[in-house]
């Protein structure tokens, strides 16, 4: 392999991105919404790109990753048509009265109620949907709601891994490398199950005060009735055939967004007065816009020859010790999604992975490590995922207007209940990745 040099395009490339990233993680001190500092960088990486010779807006727009935008984009669609329904409040509502003043138990209910639904509407949705809901529910049981919304955020977190569309690092890692629903679900759905079963049963012990209260008699009187029967049911029925097309997708030919696409279009008729401006208008173009901002920095990085630089370095380790590379970017991603944000890590380290593969190493492993990594470091802090930070920001809201800081999740308490999780569902897929190493390391293609 011919030896790259270090040049000024190099150079330009690689203080963009990481001016850039050190704007998106110091986003608390500066009061820059990461949003504006990536689409500053993106518009920066261009011009400069072009300048200097190495990257123009063209490539700029094929840098984009338009399946992860589309099936993003189109999965916050169909949930703005569902919430309205009521369903979901119906289901929380459900788990409320079932579990009849056993908190654990409603715990349980709640979290495995919101992973469910984060293996295919992801994580952060899920998040966004039932942390109200848990609020209003704990209210009324007058117990606090801390460990309820923490278990949603760490359960949710974990369980997102498991599939394809459950993370929005799993997009973007499953769109680079052309894994299909069925492979990702095969490789990281079993491992998940185990890791997600140690977060349930350590949950009971890190918060065994909090849940050994005796709530007062569930009162709901003014719970809201299923709004939308017709569209609500609907949407289920999609959602159904939507999960029969993903693990169908690579016989069809269809790549995951369009089969969004088609559940979209399905249930826009269905439920036949669904206010599509009115729908459209809750998708979160913000996130949307970050993803394409970051699609064009790592473009124009990867243009300019960079990170094939950086691979060259890296190379001669993996090809040494495959197993060990790979832990050990497992540990490194998590650590640093724990420190941050997960979704940049992942774009820079997709096309690292994706150059040694042109090198003819097998990055398989790579790529399941990673999304291990990505995954369950998100659980360390209250930045970890966008889950998290939407968690932390309703609690704080809940203690604001309770005028009781207590019911705050402060950085302190996540870390204290959030690292213990990061750090044994870690060691669960160590294990399991070490002992089953042939399955993990086996080519997918």
């Not at 949930?79 to 329904?85: D, E, F, L, S």
Request: proline share 4%.
């Amino acid at each position: 392999m011919e030896t790259l040099e270090w040049n000024s395009d190099m150079l330009w490339s690689a203080i963009i991105l990481a001016v850039t990233f050190i704007g998106i993680f110091t986003e608390e001190l500066h009061k820059v919404h990461r949003v504006k500092c990536a689409m500053a960088g993106a518009a920066t990486m261009i011009v400069v790109g072009q300048i200097m010779g190495f990257y123009n807006p063209e490539e700029a727009v094929h840098a984009i990753d338009w399946n992860v935008v589309f099936l993003l984009g189109g999965m916050m669609t169909i949930v703005a048509i569902m919430i309205p329904t009521g369903g979901f409040q119906q289901m929380a509502y459900w788990a409320a009265d079932f579990s009849k003043g056993r908190l654990y138990l409603l715990l349980a209910l709640i979290g495995s109620l919101v992973t469910g639904l984060s293996l295919l509407l992801d994580n952060v949705t899920t998040v966004v949907i039932f942390g109200p809901l848990i609020i209003l529910i704990c209210q009324s049981l007058r117990v606090s709601a801390i460990p309820f919304l923490l278990a949603a955020a760490l359960l949710s977190d974990t369980g997102g891994v498991a599939t394809l569309v459950g993370d929005p690092p799993n997009l973007m890692i499953g769109s680079a490398f052309n894994i299909d629903f069925n492979t990702f679900l095969i490789h990281m759905g079993w491992m998940v199950l185990v890791a997600w079963l140690v977060v349930l049963f350590m949950l009971r012990y890190l918060f065994k005060e909090e849940l050994a209260v005796t709530p007062h008699e569930l009162n709901l009187t003014d719970r809201e009735p299923l709004s939308d029967p017709k569209t609500w049911y609907g949407s289920l029925g999609v959602l159904g055939i939507m999960v029969i097309g993903f693990i169908m997708h690579n016989a069809l030919h269809w790549e995951p967004w369009f089969v969004t696409a088609l559940g979209l279009t399905a249930l826009a008729f269905i439920g036949k007065d669904i206010d599509m401006e009115e729908a459209f208008a809750h998708t979160e173009l913000a996130l949307l816009m970050f993803f394409i901002s970051l699609f064009i920095i790592v473009g124009g990085v990867e243009h300019s020859q960079f990170l094939e630089y950086l691979g060259q370095f890296i190379i001669p380790f993996v090809q040494e010790d495959l197993l060990t590379a790979t832990l050990l970017l497992m540990w490194v991603a998590a650590i640093l999604s724990a420190a941050i944000d997960n979704i940049p890590f992942t774009a820079a380290m997709i096309p690292i992975i994706a150059g040694m593969e042109t090198q003819g190493i097998n990055v398989t492993p790579l790529f399941w490590g990673l999304a291990a990594g990505v995954g369950m470091g998100g659980n360390g802090t209250h930045i970890g995922s966008t889950a998290n930070v939407f968690i932390v920001t309703i609690s704080e809201k809940m203690a604001k207007d309770a005028g009781d800081p207590s019911l705050a999740i402060t950085p302190y308490l996540w870390m204290k209940k959030g690292l213990p999780v990061m750090l044994a569902t870690l060691v669960t897929c160590t294990i399991i990745m070490y002992l089953f190493w042939g399955f993990f390391s086996d080519p997918i293609r």
